[in-house]
């Protein structure tokens, strides 16, 4: 029996691994990675998709830190976001449940019931919000970066975010 439940925590182990994001552009459209769509000259939606659910921070971190980059490939100083949109994992529990079950039936002239409680405790990935995807609809600046939450500065974003992503030596 021990085995069995070291095997499935190894798998279960290995699929957490196999879903971790990566700052990648998208293999195809609606795959994992970044992507970008103009809708004008200087406005676009940037989206950055995860290959399952992952942290939701880190999902926008990868959304902003593709915008801040487009800007600069774009020959601008500063980007705008005019909308953001998070799409949640809908399958995140958020913690321990128990659930209370009532059952009777009869067979052959007898009859019973019984009552049952269960209780679920979720182990791992609950700490934060989960998300699928982070899309922004973005436009670009030049110049001085208007004094606003919704403006960021291009190679501020871009140094600070691949900084916090860098792995620790």
Request: glycine share 14%; net charge positive.
């Amino acid at each position: 029996m021990l085995k069995h439940v070291l095997i499935v925590g190894a798998l279960a182990a290995l699929a957490g691994c196999a879903s971790t994001p990566t700052y990648t552009p998208a293999a195809r459209s609606g795959g994992a990675g970044y992507s970008e769509t103009a809708i004008e000259s200087n406005r676009y939606f940037v989206t950055y998709r995860a290959p399952g659910a992952a942290d939701a921070a880190l999902v926008q971190d990868y959304a902003l830190l593709r915008a801040a980059e487009l800007t600069l490939q774009n020959g601008r100083d500063w980007f705008w976001v005019d909308r953001r949109t998070l799409d949640e994992d809908a399958t995140r529990r958020s913690g321990p449940s128990v659930g209370v079950g009532i059952g009777a039936g009869s067979w052959g002239g007898r009859s019973g019931g019984g009552v049952s409680v269960g209780v679920n405790v979720p182990i791992g990935g609950t700490a934060g919000q989960r998300a699928q995807s982070a899309t922004l609809e973005v436009r670009f600046g030049e110049g001085v970066k208007p004094d606003d939450p919704n403006a960021y500065d291009a190679r501020a974003v871009a140094a600070n975010i691949r900084a916090r992503l860098a792995p620790a030596r």
